[in-house]
């Protein structure tokens, strides 16, 4: 439309005129090629994220327009690697390239209205700003108009959600449409999302290099430094950025100090500020844009002391019902406050929970006190109802916590036992919180709730501390059951440990306090675990005795369970003493009495020891079948401890039965789990079971190496019956490999042992290796000591009866 204007003018003779005339036309708008910001020149990484939104433009042939959303938390590197494509992409969008911010999180800025955005798009390819129309949905139209049939690349930048961006969405589908956020846009019909995470560690380290213009020499400090600074950042590009920065101007600054001076800073965020950039400055406006029932929780989440989190921790924590603890997790998720490494299981960023956790610190202490008193409780509560499944004494706790408003239903051995694994890294970081606050009571139920569970689990040295702290715990506070409690869990750490003589002054620590109370089951399970020490020391007198008071008093108790207890170390006594008809029955008795009480890991125990009684009496395939039984449990049940014996009992019986191909597997897959657990005893007799294998496969240098090994680890942990076996397995590596002279001593040395130790079966075996070294030099001395130990293999049954008596014949015919 002309704009036309009248005026008057005044000529020479006095008249007036009055003139009308055209003022000039509005220049029409610029039509603007490219808005994109300037590429980034220190991109590092993300090679897998680029090559699929690089792909994206091959998708633009296809009949709908492509549209990729690229979510993350704040400071996680969104709108450089989006703008990154871009500037790769550039040339596939000959129509152009338009970058919007949408100040979703923009200090000081409202989020932008799609109205407004399309003004300023219309108005970047041409039309005349009278021309746009009033409403949203007209400017919308015009926008799919005027881009149909185009190639352009458009970037929406910080975008608040669904509802912004699906207005400024062109219809064309040789567009394409990058989109940023902070949240995870679900609802935004036919988008690709792609999440952002945190930078790779090696990826992290470049960036920091070379922001910061420093090469690492060649030292490992150097590249130890890097790695420690970029994890420190969370491995965050925005952090380590904001860091290097600082290092870059600072030339004469030395790597490792700065380093060591970060990790050491009070305030780690005040450290990653540099002008208007910061990481709390980031993450401020993500918090501030939540509504306060989520911001509360949010801060609550930095008080928990743990790595992770689920929805009923996250109830107990801030004392809303489950449905709702969901529903607030799943938001802060969507808003990429927090992360879901697995279903149903959030945690925070490192960055993330130290602000959480300096927000905190503005609310009231009684308020934080108490929420972390409800996670202490719920943790410690579901640990006990978790432990009544996992005991192999499962008595009431004798520090019951308060039920919870609502917790997981663990009624099987199964589910308690995937409750403790999934959550032992936040009862070990709950019961460590403990101690260094004001809550050091929570501990002492805590740790006795975990004993079964790291008994049986590991690792040994984390519950040895753990124990200990309960244990100092409960004598500071005068808490003498929960001492002699913590003593007992402790003592039975030790030994299996191998530290024998540790353990039993603990188990009589805690069997005095047990008396003093008046608490006779203490006292009886106390009496069982020092029993077991001295079976472990070869004192079969001292452990027979023990194990028979400990049944006595459990009959008293009426304890069936604690019996069968019992009943299996006093079956295990017998055998290693000889009798092994006797031991056969007490593990029979045992067994049924666990199948009745429908104890299924004390059955698994029994089945072991009956396996064992078989090969010894020469029965392989009862022995195959019962330790397969009793493996095929420990399996089920997750006991790994009760699985390693397991398998070092089934590689005896095929190397007994000639498969030492088999046996070396098992014995190979027994000393990887001690190892896992810290079990110096069990690795001591797996690295045995393999020299004996490898001494019949003829690697006579690799069985010396393993047996070797294993004979320090019996020594160590105070084994001198498992010394005197390996002195038999060395004395007969040694003939083999054609020593006899070294073979005689070293079989001589087990004889005295398994004497000293009243071990008949490992006398027995010593006397027939002496006798087979002499057979060539001194027949009728050979036929002494072979005669000894075929009477020792009569007298307890032993498989080794029918080739030891042959052998003894061949000689006694040599001499006729």
Not at 102 to 131: E, R
Not at 335 to 342: A, C, G, N, S, V
Not at 784 to 790: G, I, N, Q, S, W
Request: net charge negative; charged share 20%.
């Amino acid at each position: 439309m002309e704009l036309r204007r009248n005026t008057s003018v005044q000529i020479g003779d006095g008249n007036t005129q009055h003139i009308t005339y055209q003022a000039p036309p509005r220049p029409a708008p610029v039509a603007l090629h490219s808005t994109l910001p300037r590429d980034i020149a220190a991109f590092t990484g993300r090679e897998g994220e680029l090559h699929r939104l690089l792909r994206a433009a091959e998708a633009g042939r296809a009949p709908v327009i492509s549209i990729h959303t690229v979510d993350g938390m704040p400071g996680v590197g969104k709108t450089a690697l989006v703008t990154h494509a871009a500037h790769q992409l550039a040339q596939r969008y000959p129509d152009g390239h338009r970058f919007v911010d949408l100040h979703a999180h923009t200090a000081g800025q409202p989020p932008a209205d799609p109205a407004d955005v399309l003004a300023t798009l219309l108005i970047s390819i041409g039309i005349s700003p009278q021309n746009l129309p009033d409403t949203l949905e007209e400017r919308a139209a015009m926008w799919r108009d005027r881009l149909a049939g185009r190639r352009m690349l458009l970037i929406l930048d910080n975008a608040a959600g669904p509802d912004q961006v699906e207005p400024l969405l062109p219809a064309s589908p040789q567009c394409l449409v990058l989109v940023t956020s902070r949240r995870r846009l679900i609802a935004l019909d036919g988008a690709e999302p792609l999440p952002l995470d945190i930078l790779p560690p090696d990826q992290a380290a470049r960036l920091f290099t070379r922001l910061a213009r420093r090469t690492p020499t060649d030292t490992d400090t150097d590249h130890s430094a890097v790695t420690e600074t970029v994890r420190l950042c969370g491995h965050l590009p925005l952090a380590i950025t904001l860091l290097a920065a600082r290092l870059a101007h600072h030339p004469t600054w030395d790597l490792i100090t700065f380093t060591d001076e970060f990790a050491t800073a009070q305030d780690r965020l005040g450290e990653l500020e540099t002008g208007n950039r910061a990481v709390a400055a980031a993450f401020d406006l993500s918090y501030q844009d939540l509504p306060p029932h989520l911001q509360h929780l949010f801060r609550h989440l930095g008080l928990h002391p743990g790595p992770d989190i689920d929805p009923y921790a996250t109830a107990a924590l801030t004392d809303v019902p489950l449905a709702q603890a969901r529903r607030h997790l799943e938001t802060l998720y969507t808003d990429h406050l927090i992360e879901e490494p697995t279903p149903r299981r959030y945690r925070l960023h490192d960055l993330l929970r130290e602000y959480a956790r300096t927000l905190a610190t503005h609310d009231p202490t009684e308020t934080r006190t108490q929420a972390t008193h409800r996670l202490l409780t719920y943790y410690t509560h579901t640990a006990q109802t978790a432990d009544h499944h996992l005991n192999d004494t499962p008595y009431p706790h004798t520090h019951p916590a308060t039920a919870p408003h609502v917790a997981p239903n663990l009624t099987t051995r199964e589910q308690a036992l995937a409750w403790m694994r999934t959550e032992h890294p936040n009862l070990t970081a709950c019961a460590h919180h403990t101690t260094t606050h004001t809550q050091p009571t929570h501990l002492i139920p805590l740790a006795d709730a975990m004993a079964a569970y790291l008994h049986q689990q590991g690792p040994w040295d984390q519950a040895i501390t753990l124990h200990q702290t309960a244990a100092a715990t409960a004598h500071h506070t005068n808490d003498a059951l929960g001492e002699a409690d913590a003593l007992r869990n402790l003592g039975r750490v030790r030994y299996l440990t191998g530290d024998y003589a540790g353990a039993g002054e603990l188990a009589g620590q805690a069997r005095e306090l047990y008396r003093t109370l008046g608490h006779r089951h203490g006292e009886a399970h106390v009496l069982r675990d020092t029993g077991v020490v001295r079976y472990l020391t070869g004192d079969y007198a001292g452990a027979g005795e023990l194990a028979g008071q400990a049944r006595e008093l459990y009959r008293t108790l009426g304890d069936r369970l604690g019996e069968a207890g019992a009943l299996r170390n006093l079956g295990q006594i017998r055998r290693v003493t000889g009798d092994y008809a006797g031991a056969g029955e007490l593990a029979g008795q045992a067994l049924e009495l666990y199948r009745t009480l429908g104890d299924r890991l004390g059955e698994a125990g029994a089945l072991r020891d009956m396996g064992v009684v078989r090969w010894l009496t020469g029965d392989f395939a009862g022995a195959g079948e019962l330790t397969g039984q009793a493996l095929e449990l420990y399996r089920t049940l997750g006991h790994r401890l009760g699985e390693a014996n397991t398998l070092t009992d089934l590689g005896w019986v095929r190397q007994l039965t000639g498969d030492y191909a088999g046996a070396g597997e098992l014995a190979g897959q027994a000393l990887k789990l001690y190892r896992t657990l810290g079990n110096r005893h069990g690795e001591a007799c797996a690295l045995q079971d393999l020299g004996r294998v490898q001494t019949e496969l003829g690697d006579f240098t690799a069985a010396t190496d393993l047996l070797y090994r294993s004979r320090v680890l019996f020594a160590e942990v105070g084994d001198a019956q498992g010394e005197a076996e390996v002195l038999n397995g060395t004395g007969a590596l040694l003939a083999r490999s054609g020593e006899p002279q070294r073979a005689l001593d070293t079989y001589q040395q087990a004889l005295l042992l398994a004497r000293q130790v009243h071990s008949p079966l490992d006398e027995a075996h010593a006397l027939e290796g002496i006798a087979r070294c002499q057979a060539h030099t001194d027949t009728q001395a050979a036929i002494t000591r072979l005669r000894e130990a075929v009477t020792i293999y009569q007298r307890i049954g032993a498989a080794e009866v029918p080739a030891a008596t042959d052998y003894l014949t061949q000689l006694e015919a040599g001499q006729a």
